[in-house]
C-alpha cells in the first residue's frame, strides 16, 4: 500500500523502487469524495442483489444450490490458499462467468496452486472474459481470498506481496471481483433450475437434505463474497508509486492506466513520486488530452471548469502519510488539451491525482520524471522558519559570484509563498544582480500579486530598487553599498499560475565603478545602477558632470547614463545648455569614412528626450576623440550615455546650465531671455505663441517678438487664439484693452520705424484678440511684448505672421482727401457686404487719410457699422477698422468691430488736422455688410465742446445747431455733416429747391425753342436748296433741245 510505503520511504533512504501498488483513495482538496462514492456503489449492489434473490419463485432451492457449488469452490481455494504462499490463486465459480448473460465458456480464468499444477488446471478452467468486448482474450490471475483479507489486515505487507504479481493480472483480477456480487442472483437461478429438474427425475429425497447443507453454506459464505465485490471500490489499483533509489533508475515515464469501466464508476488514480535524501522530483508532460474543452483560463487552474475528467497536481507534499495529501497546497486542477507545465518539488515528493467517469480510458497523459539534485536550490546559508530564505556572502564561493534561483524552477512556482535573500558582501565591494531570465505573473504596473521587490541594503527597511513582475529583459541591479536584499512572494489565490519564476547570477567585487565623482557634483545615483545619476535644476542653476574616475583613466567596458533635468511645473519650464570643458575618449580611424570612429569608446547625447520611449539608437551626437560640441536641449531633458570600450582616456568634464524653456517657435535670444526675432530672410511664414502654449504660460514673465522685414516687404500677424488674464473693468463697446482696461497681464503690438522709433498699436487682454495687422509702409517691422505679473495665469495666444510684398500708403483700396469740405468712405462692394481676401493672400487692408486746412480738425460720424467680431467676448481677430485720430501722435489707435446698434451714434473728432481710417480683412475672415462713414472739415473751436455763439470765420460757413462750423456748400446738400442729432444743415431747403428748380425750367425751354428754330431754319434752307436743283435741271434739258433742233435744219 502506498501509505506504508511513503511511511516506509521516509524512514529507510535506501527504499527499494516499487510500482502499480494499491492503495485506498484519499480525500483530496477541491475534489469530490472518492469514498462517498463507492460507499454509495457498494449499498446500491448490495440492494441489487438482495432484491433479485428475494424476487426469484424458487429463491430459498437457488440460494441452497449455489451455497452447495460456492463452498466446494471457497474450500478449495482456502485449502491452496494457506498452501502456496507465492501467490496462487483462486476465485470464483462458473456461476460467476456466467453474468450479464454471457455463456462461461466465453471467459477463460486461471486458477493456480503451485507451480507443478498450474499449466494443467489452466488448460482445463480458463474461458473467455466477458468484459474484454471482443478482444482476444484475458488471462486473468485472481489475488487468494487470504492474501485479500492480510491486505486488509495489514497494508503494508500487501505491497510486498503484490509485487510478484503482474499488472495484467491485477487490473484482471479486480474486474472479475468487482462483478461478483451482481452475478450471485443470477447464477442462483439458473443453478436452482438445474437442480429441481434433476431432483424430478431421480425423485431421490436425498438431494433435500443436501440443499439444506448448501443454503446454509451460502449464507455464511455470502459476507465474504461482498468483501470480494467491494475490493475493486477500495483499492485503486490504477495507483502507481515511482522511488528513487540508490543506484537503480533516476528518470523513467508515466501515463494514463487503462481502465474498463462499463458501469461508469468514478475511478481515481494516484500518482506519487519519491525524490530520495537531498533530492527532488521534476515532472513532465508530454502529452495531455483529458476529455472537456475548458474555457480562457480553465486550463491553467480554474476548478469550476474540470468535472467528468481531470488532473490535480501536488508539488509541495510535505508529510509521509497519504492521509496528509489534503493539507498539501493545492497545485492546480488541469483538463482539456492543454498539458500541465513542468514541475519541480518543493521538497522531496509530487504528487498526481488522476479521476475519470469515462468507460475505457486511452492514452490520455503520457509524461516523464527524473530525480535531480536539490542542492542547486541551496543558494546560501538557510535561513530558520522558510524553506526557501538563505543569506549569500562572498566567502561560499571562490570567485565570489553564485546562482540564484526561484524555488521550483523551471516548473511552476507555488503559491501563497515568501522567500527571501540576503547579500551581505564586505565593506569596499558592491553586489551585482543580474536576472537571466524571469516569468512571474503580470497582474500590472504596480505588480499587486506576484512580485521580486529589490532593496538597496541589508533588510526590506533600506531604499527600495524597484518591484519587478511579468516578463524582464536584461534586468540588471547593483547595489550602492556592500549589502543587497531581495524579496519574491506570490499570492495566494483560487486562480492557478504557471510561471516559472527566475534564473540569475550575483557577484560580489571590488572593481565596480566607484561613485564618489556623482556625490561630489551635486548629482544623484540611481538606485539599481552601477554609475546611472540624475542630475535636477534649482531653478536656473549650473554645475559640472564628469566622467567617471575623472581626471584619472576611466575604467574600460563600463556604461554610464547621465539625465540632466530641468525644472518642469506649473510656472516653470526650463532648457538645458551644455558645453564641454574637457574631453578625451579615444577615436579609433577607419578607411571606411561612412563608418563611424566611435566604436570603441563614446559619448551619445540625446535632446529630444528620447530616453523616455528607450530609443537610444536615435542620438542627436555621437562624441568621441578630442572635439568638444555646445549643446541646447529641445526641452527640459537632455541625455548622456558614456560607454568605455578596451582603450582608456581622461574622460570629459562638461558645464551645465539650466535656462528658461518657452517652447516658443523663432530665434531665441543667446542670453537665454524670453526674446525670439523673426527675419524674413530666414522664413516667409510662421507661427508664434507665447510661452508653454497650450499649457499656461509663466507668471513673472516678459516676452518679446520682433518681426523684420526687408526694405520693399511687410509683415501681417492674425491671431488664431487668445486669453490673457484681464480685469474686471474692461470696456464692452472698445473691448478689453488698453492701458486703463489691462494693467496686470498684457499684450501690446507696436510698429517699428527705422529711427527706433515704435508706436502703440494697443494693449490687449481677456480674451479680446487683436485684429489682424499690417505693418505700414515705409516701417521696418512689428514687435510684441507679453507681461505677466506674479498672480494667475492663463492659457496665452497663438498666431501667425507673414512676410509680403509692401502695398502703396492706400493698401488695396482706400485713398487720401484733402483741401476738401467734406467725404464719405464705405467698405469695399458696400453696402452688398465686404468679403475675404484672394486666395494666398494673407490679408486685405483699405486706408483713408483725411486732412483739414490749417485751423480746422474733422468730424468723423459713423452712420451705419456691422463687422463680424465681438469686442467684449472674443475680440475682432477676423476684420478690423482702427482709427487714428491723429496721426502725428504716438496715441495708439481706437480698434472697432461688431455691429452697431441703430439707438446709439458712434461720433469722433479728430484731435488734430489729419485722422487715418484703416481697415483690415484677414484670411479667416467670413464676411459682413461693412461701413458708411461720413467725415466733415470742421472749425477748430480750440479745446473742449464747441459753443453756439462761435462767430465763424466767413460768411461763407455755415453755424451747425450743436457749435461747429462748416461749409455754406454743405447746406441742403443731402448729407447730415453737422453730427449725429444735428440736422441743421438740412433744414429750410425747400424754397430754394422750387427756385432751382424753375430755373431749371427756362433753361430746359429755352433749349427746346432754340432747338425748334434750328430745326424750321434747316427745313427752309432744304426745301431752297431743292427748287434751285430743279431749275437747273430745266435749263439743262433746253439747251440739249435746241442743239438738237439745229442739227436737224442743218441736214
Not at 497546497?329 to 492543454?338: K, S, V
Amino acid at each position: 500500500m502506498a501509505s506504508a510505503q511513503i511511511r516506509h520511504f521516509y524512514n529507510t533512504p535506501t527504499t527499494t523502487s516499487s510500482t502499480t501498488t494499491r492503495q485506498p483513495l484519499q480525500q483530496q482538496q477541491h475534489t469530490n469524495n472518492c469514498n462517498c462514492i463507492k460507499r454509495k456503489q457498494f449499498q446500491d449492489d448490495t440492494f441489487l442483489c438482495h432484491t433479485q434473490t428475494q424476487s426469484e419463485s424458487e429463491a430459498a432451492a437457488a440460494a441452497r444450490a449455489t451455497a452447495t457449488a460456492t463452498a466446494t469452490l471457497c474450500q478449495s481455494t482456502l485449502a491452496t490458499a494457506a498452501t502456496s504462499a507465492t501467490g496462487a490463486t483462486a476465485t470464483a465459480t462458473a456461476t460467476a462467468a456466467a453474468t450479464d448473460d454471457v455463456p462461461a465458456s466465453e471467459c477463460r480464468q486461471s486458477w493456480t496452486t503451485d507451480e507443478n499444477s498450474a499449466s494443467d488446471r489452466d488448460t482445463q478452467h480458463r474461458m473467455r472474459d466477458p468484459l474484454a468486448d471482443g478482444a482476444a482474450g484475458c488471462d486473468v490471475a485472481v489475488v487468494p481470498v487470504v492474501q485479500r483479507q492480510q491486505d486488509l489486515a495489514d497494508p503494508a505487507a500487501s505491497l510486498v506481496a503484490s509485487t510478484g504479481t503482474s499488472e495484467q493480472d491485477r487490473r484482471a483480477t479486480s474486474t472479475c471481483l468487482s462483478r461478483l456480487s451482481s452475478k450471485v442472483s443470477q447464477d442462483s437461478t439458473k443453478q436452482q433450475r438445474k437442480l429441481f429438474q434433476h431432483g424430478a427425475a431421480t425423485k431421490d429425497c436425498a438431494a433435500v437434505g443436501l440443499l439444506t447443507d448448501m443454503q446454509k453454506f451460502a449464507r455464511s459464505i455470502f459476507p465474504l463474497v461482498i468483501i470480494f465485490n467491494l475490493l475493486p471500490l477500495f483499492y485503486a489499483e490504477c495507483d502507481q508509486t515511482f522511488v528513487s533509489r540508490i543506484g537503480g533508475p533516476q528518470n523513467g515515464s508515466f501515463s494514463a492506466p487503462l481502465l474498463h469501466n462499463h458501469r461508469n464508476h468514478s475511478r481515481q488514480c494516484l500518482y506519487t513520486f519519491l525524490a530520495g535524501p537531498g533530492q527532488r522530483v521534476e515532472v513532465v508532460f508530454k502529452s495531455f488530452n483529458l476529455r472537456g474543452s475548458p474555457p480562457d483560463g480553465s486550463a491553467v487552474g480554474e476548478l469550476p471548469s474540470c468535472v467528468h475528467e481531470y488532473m490535480d497536481i501536488y508539488s509541495e507534499v510535505q508529510s509521509s502519510e497519504p492521509a496528509e495529501l489534503i493539507n498539501s497546497p493545492f497545485g492546480g486542477r488541469y483538463c482539456g488539451t492543454i498539458p500541465p507545465r513542468r514541475r519541480i518539488s518543493m521538497y522531496r515528493a509530487v504528487a498526481i491525482s488522476f479521476f475519470s467517469n469515462k468507460n475505457v480510458t486511452t492514452d490520455l497523459f503520457e509524461g516523464t520524471f527524473r530525480f535531480i539534485n536539490a542542492s542547486e536550490y541551496e543558494i546560501g546559508i538557510p535561513i530558520a522558519g522558510s524553506p526557501c530564505s538563505y543569506t549569500i556572502t562572498p566567502s561560499m564561493s571562490v570567485n565570489k559570484t553564485g546562482a540564484l534561483i526561484s524555488p521550483t524552477y523551471p516548473g511552476a512556482y507555488p503559491k501563497d509563498m515568501s522567500c527571501t535573500y540576503q547579500f551581505l558582501g564586505e565593506s569596499n565591494q558592491r553586489v551585482r544582480l543580474e536576472f537571466r531570465d524571469f516569468d512571474l505573473f503580470f497582474g500590472g504596473p504596480h505588480c499587486p500579486f506576484d512580485y521580486v521587490k529589490v532593496y538597496d541594503g541589508p533588510d526590506n527597511s533600506s531604499a527600495l530598487i524597484g518591484t519587478y513582475c511579468g516578463q524582464q529583459r536584461n534586468l540588471v541591479l547593483y547595489s550602492s553599498e556592500s549589502s543587497l536584499f531581495v524579496h519574491f512572494y506570490t499570492l495566494s489565490r483560487t486562480a492557478n499560475t504557471q510561471n516559472r519564476g527566475f534564473k540569475g547570477i550575483y557577484e560580489f567585487s571590488e572593481s565596480f565603478v566607484k561613485l564618489d565623482f556623482i556625490r561630489e557634483n551635486d548629482g544623484i545615483h540611481i538606485r539599481g545602477s552601477e554609475c546611472d545619476q540624475k542630475i535636477l535644476s534649482k531653478k536656473e542653476s549650473t554645475g559640472f558632470v564628469l566622467s567617471p574616475n575623472y581626471p584619472y583613466p576611466y575604467i574600460p567596458k563600463t556604461v554610464c547614463r547621465y539625465f540632466i533635468y530641468g525644472m518642469q511645473d506649473a510656472q516653470h519650464l526650463e532648457r538645458v545648455r551644455l558645453e564641454f570643458n574637457a574631453f578625451n575618449i579615444p577615436k579609433v580611424e577607419h578607411k571606411d569614412k561612412s563608418e563611424s570612429n566611435c566604436t570603441d569608446g563614446y559619448l551619445k547625447i540625446y535632446l529630444k528626450g528620447q530616453e523616455t520611449a528607450d530609443a537610444y539608437d536615435k542620438f542627436d551626437y555621437e562624441l568621441c576623440g578630442n572635439e568638444t560640441q555646445r549643446v541646447i536641449s529641445e526641452g527640459p531633458r537632455l541625455a548622456m550615455v558614456f560607454s568605455s570600450g578596451e582603450l582608456q582616456g581622461r574622460g570629459f568634464k562638461g558645464k551645465y546650465t539650466f535656462e528658461t524653456e518657452y517652447k516658443i517657435p523663432g530665434t531665441a535670444a543667446p542670453d537665454g531671455t524670453c526674446s525670439f526675432t523673426y527675419v524674413s530672410s530666414s522664413k516667409k511664414r510662421g507661427e508664434l505663441n507665447s510661452p508653454r502654449y497650450p499649457s499656461n504660460y509663466p507668471s513673472d514673465t516678459n516676452c518679446s517678438y520682433l518681426f523684420l522685414a526687408e526694405a520693399d516687404e511687410q509683415v501681417t500677424i492674425v491671431f488664431d487664439h487668445f486669453k490673457i488674464k484681464a480685469d474686471n473693468n474692461a470696456n464692452a463697446t472698445a473691448g478689453a484693452y488698453g492701458s486703463g482696461a489691462c494693467f496686470e497681464d498684457w499684450l501690446e503690438m507696436y510698429v517699428v520705424y527705422r529711427d527706433n522709433n515704435d508706436r502703440l498699436l494697443g494693449r490687449y487682454c481677456g480674451q479680446t484678440a487683436p485684429g489682424p495687422v499690417e505693418s505700414p509702409r515705409g516701417a521696418v517691422g512689428l514687435r510684441i511684448t507679453l507681461h505677466t505679473d506674479q498672480e494667475s495665469v492663463a492659457s496665452g495666444f497663438k498666431a501667425r505672421y507673414f512676410f509680403e510684398s509692401a502695398k502703396s500708403d492706400a493698401g488695396d483700396c482706400g485713398g487720401n482727401f484733402s483741401n476738401q469740405d467734406s467725404g464719405l468712405i464705405t467698405s469695399p462692394n458696400w453696402p452688398a457686404g465686404y468679403k475675404a481676401p484672394g486666395r494666398g493672400m494673407a490679408s486685405n487692408a483699405c486706408n483713408w487719410v483725411m486732412k483739414a486746412r490749417p485751423g480746422y480738425k474733422l468730424s468723423i460720424h459713423f452712420e451705419q457699422f456691422g463687422l463680424e467680431g465681438d469686442p467684449a467676448n472674443r475680440g475682432c481677430p477676423a476684420a478690423v477698422l482702427r482709427l487714428w485720430m491723429n496721426v502725428d501722435s504716438d496715441q495708439p489707435p481706437l480698434e472697432l468691430c461688431g455691429e452697431k446698434p441703430p439707438v446709439e451714434q458712434w461720433h469722433y473728432t479728430s484731435t488734430g488736422q489729419t485722422a487715418r481710417i484703416s481697415f483690415t480683412t484677414s484670411d479667416k475672415t467670413v464676411g459682413a455688410q461693412g461701413f458708411r462713414i461720413v467725415w466733415t472739415e470742421i472749425q477748430d473751436s480750440g479745446p473742449g465742446p464747441p459753443s453756439v455763439g462761435l462767430h465763424c470765420e466767413s460768411t461763407y460757413h455755415f453755424q451747425c445747431g450743436a457749435g461747429y462750423c462748416i461749409s455754406d456748400k454743405l447746406r441742403c446738400d443731402g448729407v447730415k455733416n453737422c453730427g449725429p442729432g444735428d440736422d441743421t444743415d438740412e433744414l429750410h431747403c425747400t424754397t430754394e429747391a422750387a427756385e432751382e428748380d424753375y430755373d431749371v425750367l427756362i433753361i430746359i425751354t429755352l433749349l427746346v425753342v432754340s432747338s425748334l428754330i434750328c430745326l424750321l431754319c434747316i427745313l427752309c434752307h432744304s426745301r431752297r436748296s431743292r427748287r434751285n436743283h430743279v431749275r437747273q435741271l430745266g435749263l439743262h434739258r433746253n439747251a440739249h433741245y435746241d442743239s438738237q433742233t439745229s442739227a436737224t435744219g442743218f441736214l
